[in-house]
């Protein structure tokens, strides 16, 4: 903890001050988002609990606004970039090596295929209530402030098509 302190020497001695004002604003925006999710679900026609639910809620978005098959590639880009950040994390390989470049280029792949599959769920989600790739923009960079306009704007859920109605 002496970074705080090094760094902000006012602070020095208030470490445990500092975090509890950065755990409260993050508790702060994690509930903001959390009822933006849980109006977001009601407007789709879902049960605003099923916001909280990790896996599902995911399913969910995508089975309403998106392509449900995205969520076998979000979760195996997920597993490959989890699996070789531990190996990098471990250190098992050295940093000078092939296999080191290897591991760093899969990575990086499994990187930008999330990446990739998120623009394509959140343009999923800007179409289904109604708007254009401008705010699939927004949704990408800024989702925090784009979902609270989604979720408390007057935006309306409108399935693209009729496999997305339920």
């Keep these: 903890m002496k970074f705080i302190e090094t760094v ?9 001050q500092v975090i509890a004002i950065f755990l409260a604003i993050v508790v702060v925006f994690y ?6 999710e849980w109006k977001m679900f009601t407007k789709m026609g879902e049960k605003g609990w099923k916001a909280f639910i990790p896996v599902y809620n995911l399913y969910l978005l995508l089975k309403r606004c998106s392509k449900v098959g995205y969520i076998w590639h979000l979760l195996i880009a997920g597993a490959i970039c989890v699996a070789f950040d531990a190996l990098n994390v471990a250190k098992i390989l050295p940093e000078d090596s ?4 290897l591991c760093s280029l899969i990575y990086l792949v499994g990187m930008i295929w999330t990446l990739v599959i ?3 769920v959140m343009h999923g989600v800007s179409k289904s209530f109604g708007h254009g790739a401008g705010f699939t923009v927004g949704l990408v960079l800024l989702t925090f402030i784009f979902q609270l306009i ?7 859920y409108r399935p693209v098509n009729k496999k997305q109605s339920k």
């Design 118 to 120: 998120n623009i394509k």
């Design 8 to 16: 902000f020497p006012a602070l020095a001695g208030q470490t445990w």
């Design 31 to 36: 509930l903001l988002l959390a009822i933006a």
């Design 98 to 101: 092939w296999q080191f470049t």
């Design 150 to 156: 989604l979720s408390f704007g007057s935006s309306e």
